[in-house]
């Protein structure tokens, strides 16, 4: 039983601080994914992980282990790669074998192993071929394989699907995601790719500039961002923000205005705010729903017809420009105004230090 | 051991994991114990004997007295300025020929394979070998290349037996047999520059000679730099060759420094030759730096 | 039009570079057929009998076989101080591209002073004599080692360059302590670039006059140059057994050429345009 717990850690190269201080607690048999814009620290937090990098400061736990010393070969810990970084004067079968082969496993155990890797896989048919010979997703599955007859107690996973195209990219996503049902191991899985995390993950971890922006489930972080950050980064097309202020508070609900909204009701509990408090309203580009009269209302720029829905670019009195996604086919023409309107549950506030006004 | 006892002691957990790297230092070890005894050690040893008298087993200090004497015995200032000239000389010649052939061998012509071959092989010839069978067939009355001359009417000169021309003639020698690597590293570098430029410069009307001149020379300036860089100190150091062909003759009129200091050690004077290995240094360090720089700068611009 | 170029320049070029670059050789070859006093004349003729295998004789007994003893010493000069220089040079081209410290720099700028800096005969004789290496086999293999690493080093360092780094630490994930990672994943993969230094590397060191001619006095430890050099006034007068020698230590590098013509010149160009 191998969970993880990272406390305060911190990597530095000469003065430069790429991790500064992550806190976070894995617990066994979790699928976690490490998100964030590239240059945030992500790959550095997973290469710290394996023992690739040397660690600064603080504290790395692997099951009951402090590993911050440790080799990566006694970590329990298997990786894969973006490049997948096949060995390529190997055979597959002595690729996937490298690592039993260090550790002197005997031979027939070895073989075993292997041939059992390959099955779970469906690649026995490749053994005997040299990485230069297989597909971009036949080499992934000889890179999972690799990982996989070490018999890890964590799995590492560098952006494994960047390499691949769309459809393969789905695939292999799936395959990823079956793995880990049927192998009960724990993985981190580290990707810029926001749809990968979502489907993926137990548990997300957004990262920004070396810091753990949140920590939570898709969903949670969908519905809940606890800052401008994380609110922008997931979900797809990204939220709107437009600068507001606080005019009535009442209840449950406040109202905000600013030069592009006007009145725009918002769930809140009482207390959260005052009249005046300058805020950041965010919505996203589904919750958006045409109205009569709405409380934003803007000029239609580029309209995508997908037929299921349409994606309209709408241009605010200030110049900003929102993108909404609205259900089924909308005949919209250029430069008609467009009203539109919010479901007060679904906006979200951030105060003036981007930090989420929590709903609940 | 439990997380909380190695908890208590992180600054020496973190130490170690600092120090370990998967590529060992002690790597270097090997070469750096064989390059500093056998090269590093004499190159700097021979800073101080070059200032002394020495006979191997005692050495008498006094001072400038080699070098005073490299700039006062005409026959050592020969050697500076033909080694200066012999590496000028070479360098240019490589440079000039080893391009046109490396056009010549980059374009459609028939025959490529047999012609990058033969330009090739000299290079991997004994030197010593070449040298023997170029002073043959350069003597000036029974050798093949004056033979052939008078065939067509003309008296052929005393290829090396004329102080004025002996250590041209070996210069042109060492062209020979190293044009062929000049050549090669020129293929490497046109064949790198892309097709692109080739295709836009004939849309926009260059004729052949606009192509090479605006577009070849231009780009293939880092093997340029590369084979003067490298003919240019390889000719000041050169030894081999001369020796084999001329040994510096006749009389001081193809020495070059590389052969005085042999001249000196043969007779004895350990002192001087050393003196001449520093002063063949600064030559090089004085020459090739400057040299690099300016080939370099200009490559920057890319 | 164009094709007829081609062929005319193609057959211009090939009988110029004929004259220049293949009558040496085969005037050599020639010279080497001939009967003492036929090869007197140095001309450009047909030998007028098969005296080739009777010269070959005639050299190879010379001085009392010293031929023999100087293929014998070449050989071994040049196996084993190219097999030296193979595994001290990888060494330190894979940590000089792996590692950064900030002792590269100084590394580096020693590798290219190797490249330029004229080696210090005189004091080089002294310490060699110090060391009771003078004279020796073994003290010429280390010369030719010290003197040819800086260039071994930056074909290495340069190839290594270009293996992905990922490789090495899915080694080390994989378990590979750091020999592990150097000699199972990265010195196989090595491979053309040491084929490379090692073809490179021992033509030179075959064909090195210089050194051993100050660094082997006598003749018990004399190289086929060497040899050839001292035949050069023993054979004053007898240019058949002259180019005989010639023609016989020209065959290692024609074989080595006719095997690795691409490596050779891979590796020169490489080297060179990198350094």
């Not at chain 1, 990968?196 to 939570?216: F, N, R, S």
Request: include cysteine; hydrophobic fraction near 50%.
């Amino acid at each position: 039983m191998a969970g993880l717990e990272l406390k305060q850690l911190r990597k530095s190269y000469g003065k430069v601080e790429v991790i500064k201080g992550v806190d976070l607690s894995i617990e066994h048999g979790e699928f976690v994914v490490f998100v964030g814009p590239s240059g945030c620290g992500k790959s550095t937090l997973l290469r710290m992980i394996a023992g690739l990098e040397d660690i600064t400061g603080g504290e790395l736990v692997i099951g009951d282990k402090v590993v911050n010393a440790v080799e990566p070969r006694d970590r329990g810990i298997a990786m894969v790669f973006q490049s997948y970084a096949l060995y390529p004067h190997m055979t597959v079968y002595d690729n996937v074998g490298f690592g039993l082969k260090l550790a002197r496993t005997p031979k027939a155990v070895r073989d075993q192993k292997i041939r059992d890797a390959a099955r779970i896989l469906q690649m026995e048919h490749l053994l005997d071929r040299k990485p230069s010979q297989l597909s971009g997703g036949q080499r992934q599955r000889v890179a999972i394989g690799r990982a996989i007859v070490r018999q890890p107690e964590v799995f590492l996973f560098d952006e494994p699907l960047s390499n691949l195209d769309a459809a393969l990219r789905v695939d292999m996503r799936m395959e990823i995601s079956k793995l880990h049902n049927d192998l009960d191991a724990t993985m981190i899985y580290v990707t810029h790719d926001q749809v990968e995390a979502m489907t993926l993950a137990d548990k997300i971890v957004v990262l920004d500039g070396g810091v753990v922006q949140q920590v939570g489930s898709p969903i949670e972080l969908y519905k809940h961002p606890a800052n401008l950050f994380v609110a922008g980064f997931i979900g797809s097309p990204k939220m709107n923000f437009v600068a507001v202020n606080a005019d009535k508070v009442s209840g449950d609900t406040v109202n905000v205005s600013g030069p592009d909204v006007v009145g725009v009701p918002v769930a809140l509990p009482a207390g959260k705010v005052r009249p005046g408090d300058k805020l950041t309203l965010g919505v996203r580009p589904h919750d958006l729903v045409v109205a009569t009269s709405g409380a934003i209302v803007g000029r239609v720029g580029l309209v995508e017809r997908l037929g299921n829905e349409t994606i309209v670019n709408l241009e605010l009195p200030s110049g900003a420009s929102w993108l909404a996604v609205l259900d089924g086919d909308q005949a919209l023409k250029r430069g008609e105004s467009l009203a539109l309107d919010v479901d007060p549950a679904k906006a979200l506030l951030f105060d003036a230090n981007g930090l989420a006004v929590a709903a609940a | 051991m439990s997380a909380s006892t190695m908890a208590g002691t992180p600054n020496r957990a973190e130490t170690r994991a600092i120090k370990r790297s998967p590529y060992p230092g002690w790597f270097f070890t090997p070469a750096a114990i064989i390059y500093s005894v056998l090269f590093l050690v004499p190159t700097f040893a021979s800073l101080y004997f070059s200032l002394t008298r020495w006979t191997l087993f005692d050495s008498e200090f006094i001072g400038l007295e080699n070098f005073a004497q490299f700039l006062r015995e005409p026959f050592l200032i020969k050697g500076l300025v033909n080694t200066v000239i012999y590496a000028a000389v070479t360098s240019g010649l490589k440079v000039v020929v080893g391009l046109l052939l490396a056009v010549m061998l980059t374009s459609q012509i028939v025959g490529r394979g047999y012609l990058r071959s033969v330009i090739f092989f000299p290079v991997l010839v004994s030197t010593v070998g070449v040298g023997i069978t170029f002073t043959v067939l350069m003597h000036p009355t029974q050798g093949m290349i004056n033979e052939t001359l008078a065939l067509f009417g003309i008296a052929g000169p005393g290829w090396l037996t004329d102080p004025n021309l002996a250590l041209y003639s070996v210069a042109l020698v060492d062209v020979w047999k190293g044009v062929g690597l000049a050549t090669v590293i020129y293929i490497a570098g046109l064949v790198a520059i892309p097709q692109d430029y080739y295709e836009a410069a004939r849309i926009d009307g260059a004729t052949p000679w606009q192509n090479f001149w605006y577009v070849t020379l231009p780009l293939c300036r880092p093997a340029t730099s590369t084979v003067i860089t490298l003919s240019f100190i390889g000719g000041l150091r050169t030894f081999d060759l001369i020796w084999a062909m001329t040994k510096g003759g006749p009389g001081f009129a193809s020495d070059t420094i590389a052969s005085v200091i042999y001249k000196q050690y043969q007779a004895g004077f350990y002192g001087l030759s050393t003196a001449g290995n520093v002063v063949l240094f600064i030559l090089i360090a004085l020459l090739v730096v400057p040299l690099t720089m300016f080939l370099n700068r200009k490559q920057g611009h890319e | 039009m164009k094709k007829r170029t081609s062929i005319l320049g193609g057959a211009a070029a090939i009988a110029a570079t004929f004259v220049v670059f293949v009558i040496p050789f085969i005037f050599i070859i020639l010279m080497a057929f001939k009967d003492r006093q036929q090869s007197a004349l140095r001309d450009f003729s047909w030998p007028t009998g098969f005296h080739f295998w009777e010269n070959v004789v005639e050299v190879v007994k010379t001085r009392n076989w010293m031929m023999i003893t100087a293929f014998i010493n070449s050989s071994i000069i040049t196996v084993v101080s190219v097999t030296l220089l193979v595994i001290f040079a990888a060494m330190v081209g894979y940590v000089l591209a792996r590692r950064k410290t900030r002792w590269n720099g100084l590394i580096e700028f020693l590798v290219l002073a190797g490249l330029m800096v004229p080696p210090a005969v005189v004091p080089t004789i002294w310490l060699l004599q110090g060391l009771k290496l003078f004279g020796t086999l073994h003290g010429m293999i280390l010369i030719e080692v010290a003197y040819n690493l800086p260039f071994s080093i930056i074909l290495y360092r340069a190839f290594v360059a270009t293996i992905p780094r990922d490789l090495d630490e899915a080694a080390i994930i994989d378990g590979a302590r750091p020999l592990d990672v150097f000699f199972r994943v990265v010195l196989p993969l090595l491979w053309p670039v040491t084929v490379t230094n090692i073809v490179v590397q021992s033509v030179g060191i075959f064909n090195d006059f210089t050194n051993p001619l100050y660094y082997l006095p006598g003749n018990a430890n004399a190289t086929v140059q060497l040899t050839l050099y001292n035949f050069q006034s023993q054979f004053s007068t007898a240019y058949n057994l002259l180019f005989t020698n010639i023609l016989l230590i020209t065959i290692p590098p024609l074989l080595v050429f006719m095997f690795f013509n691409r490596q050779i010149v891979a590796g020169m160009t490489a080297g060179a345009v990198k350094g």
